[in-house]
């Protein structure tokens, strides 16, 4: 039977109308590396926590918007305007409940901040304007130019045996990150300016890692990347082998 894995969705106003949208990529990888079905969920708030039961994993994507800062205590928002409150109010305790029931959560980009902030952590709002930090933001060009390998993280501790090296190149799209990181939380992949790349979720009984980068756009010609959907995907499988047995 096949996998099925949540991509909750952004909540865009595209030509007027307010609709659902994710980029199509995440699903390919998800088929292509994880061999996953992809299913889209509407960012519908805490209702979709009853479709748990049907899910073998999770898959917080990218966005453009920025979480709200005030769901993790700050009152100054740096970004106004980049919000997507749907988003949040779906992504926050769906991955919480998630984590909670042993799933698989795999957290790109927005999503490892989502990851942290559900958790307890903060976040940078503009990384570029902190001293000493790259600017980690895509600029401006094509599509390939924006998610070329940009830069060098290292890695370490389960993160380094999935993605095979303790120093692998990858792309950067991103003015926020990680500040403070949540409980529970082990970093495993940080860039020279020390910027936040990767964190396994040590605290979940399953597997769980958030990562500032974007795998899902090389995951055909990097092998970190596909490494990393691969892994995701045994453990999607276990994840759905282990609910049947214990069915
Ligand atoms: N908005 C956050 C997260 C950045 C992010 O997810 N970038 C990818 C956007 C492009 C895409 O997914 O197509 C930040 O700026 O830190």
């Excluded at 988003?87 to 901040?113: E, H, K």
């Excluded at 300016?193 to 995951?219: C, K, M, N």
């Excluded at 892994?231 to 609910?243: E, I, M, Q, S, V």
Aim: glycine content about 12%; charged content about 20%.
């Amino acid at each position: 039977m096949s996998l099925i894995v949540g991509v909750p969705a952004c909540s865009k106003d595209i030509n007027g109308l307010l609709q659902h949208a994710t980029p199509a990529r995440y699903g390919a990888a998800l088929m292509g590396g994880a061999e996953a079905m992809p299913i889209l969920l509407p960012p519908v708030g805490e209702g979709l926590l009853a479709l748990l039961d049907r899910l073998d994993g999770l898959l917080l994507s990218g966005s453009p918007s920025n979480v709200e800062p005030q769901r993790y205590g700050v009152d100054q928002d740096l970004t106004p305007g980049k919000h997507d409150p749907h988003r949040d109010g779906t992504t926050l305790p769906l991955v919480r409940a998630a984590l909670g029931r042993g799933m698989p959560v795999l957290a790109i980009c927005r999503g490892i901040q989502e990851l942290n902030v559900a958790l307890g952590g903060t976040l940078h709002q503009k990384v570029q304007d902190l001293p000493g930090r790259m600017d980690h933001r895509a600029g401006e060009g094509t599509l390939d130019h924006c998610f070329r390998l940009k830069h060098t993280v290292t890695v370490s501790g389960h993160l380094a045996g999935i993605v095979g090296g303790t120093e692998i190149m990858v792309n950067s799209l991103h003015e926020q990150a990680i500040d403070r990181p949540a409980d529970g939380l082990v970093v495993e992949a940080a860039a020279a300016d020390g910027t936040i790349e990767a964190v396994r979720v040590a605290s979940a009984p399953g597997w769980a890692f958030g990562l500032q980068w974007h795998p899902e756009w090389h995951y055909l010609t990097d092998a970190p990347s596909m490494n990393i959907f691969r892994a995701f995907g045994d453990a999607c499988r276990a994840y759905a082998a282990g609910l049947k047995q214990a069915a």
